[in-house]
């Protein structure tokens, strides 16, 4: 058995024992479409709500062994931890998620940001619960690591929390644009980082989500999101080359429909669609460039079984079996039954195996 010790560091890991994640995002065949989900587990999970009771968030991310745990419940940590290395005070409420104390209101108060953060640092209990976890999973199934987006983060920063209109975060794009730009460029320099350090921990492919994209129009999104999404694909390649790793990436990009073309040209191997987009328009958009990954309505969780089963082989018809990760549309919801989640992923398994059989 390994010690503690031994355990953080990111080397020795076991073997990959299921790699068609992967395979599938390369665009390679696979025997069967492969599925995942995105939870939150604060919202969803009561194991995951029960061994938080009473501890501060961050408390517990910086544990990698707590940290480790409520991954291997599924959480994801996309942003709050790199918000506060930059410098920003962020709280985690129940129900609420990240607040941010004290936002950003005027283009002076980006000097409060740290100018340069030295990721490795700041971030290691982050990169450590990877390395911890990336043992734990015994090679079962890939490590999928994530960042928010820099239009998404800006927005964080700037509206304090969540937002139904964004007003705030965009007020700055129509008045202080190259305010705007300095902010995005910034963010982007420490997201690579970030994610380069999430590969170096144990990471095998990584997620950028821009869940603010919707809010954009096409020409805000052009100008304020796509090259950003494009530098950090681009950098975080070329960095991984040299260090002779292959890591496929994900963007997801939700609601920005109109922007499929282009996303399929901006150096991701996988572009994740929300359930507002239809299959087959979406493989004729993005011309085979890239595999897809989505896109099932959450909300179908909430269908009895045979019903979900229906409606997972209408997707997979729409998607076909290959180049395709099968996903929700968004995140689960805290009342959505486990069981449900589990009828979805053996329903992808089956009309997906079904599927490879005729072909």
């Keep these: 058995d390994m010690s503690k010790n031994e355990l953080i560091l990111p080397k020795d890991f076991p073997q990959l024992k299921n790699n068609t994640f992967l395979r599938a995002a390369r665009g390679e065949q696979t025997e069967h479409v492969p599925v995942w989900c995105m939870r939150q587990a604060g919202r969803y999970l009561p194991e995951f709500r029960a061994s938080r009771e009473g501890k501060d968030f961050f408390e517990t991310c910086r544990s990698p062994e707590h940290c480790c745990e409520l991954t291997l419940q599924n959480l994801k940590i996309k942003f709050a931890p790199l918000l506060k290395a930059l410098g920003m005070e962020v709280q985690m409420l129940t129900g609420k998620g ?15 940001l740290r100018a340069s953060v030295d990721v490795n640092k700041e971030l290691d209990y982050v990169f450590r619960a990877i390395t911890l976890t990336r043992h734990k999973i015994e090679g079962k199934v890939p490590l999928i690591g994530f960042s928010g987006a820099p239009w998404t983060l800006m927005s964080y920063m700037i509206e304090g929390g969540g937002s139904n209109t964004h007003s705030k975060a965009k007020r700055w794009l129509y008045r202080h644009p190259e305010s705007s730009h300095m902010l995005l460029r910034m963010l982007t ?17 990584l997620q950028l989500f821009e869940s603010h994209a919707g809010i954009l129009g096409p020409v805000q999104f052009k100008e304020f999101s796509l090259p950003y999404l494009r530098d950090i694909a681009r950098r975080v390649k070329d960095k991984l080359k040299e ?15 109109y922007a499929l073309e282009e996303l399929s040209e901006s150096h991701y191997e996988v572009v994740g669609l929300d359930w507002t987009i239809d299959p087959r328009s979406a493989r004729k958009r993005t011309g085979g460039k890239v595999s897809l990954q989505g896109n099932m309505d959450p909300c179908a969780l909430y269908a009895p079984k045979e019903r979900i089963s229906d409606i997972v082989k209408k997707m ?26 589990g009828a979805f992923v053996e329903a992808v398994h089956l009309h997906s195996k079904n599927m490879n059989k005729q072909v």
């Design 98 to 112: 990240p607040t941010f104390t004290d936002p950003l209101k005027e283009p002076e108060d980006l000097q409060r």
């Design 189 to 205: 320099d420490v997201i690579v980082e970030y994610l380069l350090g999430q590969v170096a921990a144990g990471a095998q492919a």
């Design 243 to 257: 260090m002779d790793q292959d890591v496929p990436m994900i963007v997801f990009a939700k609601d920005a429909h």
């Design 316 to 341: 997979l018809e729409g998607f076909g079996s290959r180049g395709y990760i099968a996903n929700l549309g968004h995140g689960l919801y805290p009342d959505m039954d486990p069981e449900n989640v």
